[in-house]
């Protein structure tokens, strides 16, 4: 299996532009989750899925933000407008349903700059 | 989720063995306590868990203490390439992992 395979690796836009990160979970993982890593926050839960549902977005910062997962093999993060201080690395990861905390797979991360 | 609280970094001679410790004395009955680590410009990566008794794979032993109020992970013997932030959570039931500040261990030459 390819793991958790997110797109871009690296994206540099402009503040006020429309970003978008893509993700692929680990075929036949039913959990996904995205996660942000800055250094001054350290690592957030941003939003997660069970089989394809939004369960909680409650770390999702603003209304900027907004998270899809049309099917069980794709999810984005989508930022508009984007601003400087969403500049982070974001990590998508996946697991199989059911609180398999030790089946917890990462992606490389997408690193975002917002100049 | 239980509060863990762990040092803020430490340092480690290539070969001796590290030893990571976690406080989490607020953990209840059937809270695992999970670790994980992140390497440089990478995901996190499972290390191992447990409930009770101590356990040991392939990559570290977890030592838990018999009134579960610690935990210390063992890399029996470092290398360079175990320099990582080490996550010691302890989650409750269903709920997704929320990833703390860690200890920045660095494997020294």
């Known amino acids: 299996d390819a793991g958790v395979i997110q797109s871009p690796r690296h994206e540099v836009t402009e503040m006020g532009q429309e970003v978008t990160l893509r993700c692929k979970p680990i075929s036949g993982h039913n959990s996904l989750f995205w996660y942000r890593q800055t250094m001054m926050r350290g690592l957030e839960l941003l939003i997660y899925f069970n089989n394809n549902v939004p369960i909680d977005d409650s770390g999702m910062p603003e209304d900027r933000f907004s998270a899809k997962m049309p099917n069980a093999s794709f999810s984005t993060l989508k930022i508009q407008p984007s601003e400087p201080r969403d500049s982070a690395v974001y990590f998508c990861a996946s697991s199989p349903v059911g609180g398999s905390k030790e089946k917890l797979f990462f992606g490389s991360g997408t690193q975002l700059s917002v100049l | 989720d239980a509060k863990t609280t762990q040092p803020t970094s430490m340092d480690c001679a290539e070969g001796r063995a590290a030893n990571l410790p976690c406080n989490h004395s607020?953990?209840?009955?059937?809270?695992?306590v999970y670790w994980y680590r992140q390497i440089h410009s990478q995901g996190p990566q499972y290390i191992i868990h447990g409930l009770k008794n101590n356990e040991t794979n392939e990559m570290a032993s977890l030592i838990i203490t018999e009134d579960r109020k610690s935990s210390t992970l063992i890399l029996p013997h470092a290398t360079l390439r175990d320099t990582a932030v080490y996550y010691c959570i302890a989650p409750p039931g269903n709920t997704p992992l929320v990833f703390g500040k860690g200890t920045r261990l660095s494997v020294i030459a």
């Open positions: 607020t953990i209840s009955g059937n809270e695992y």
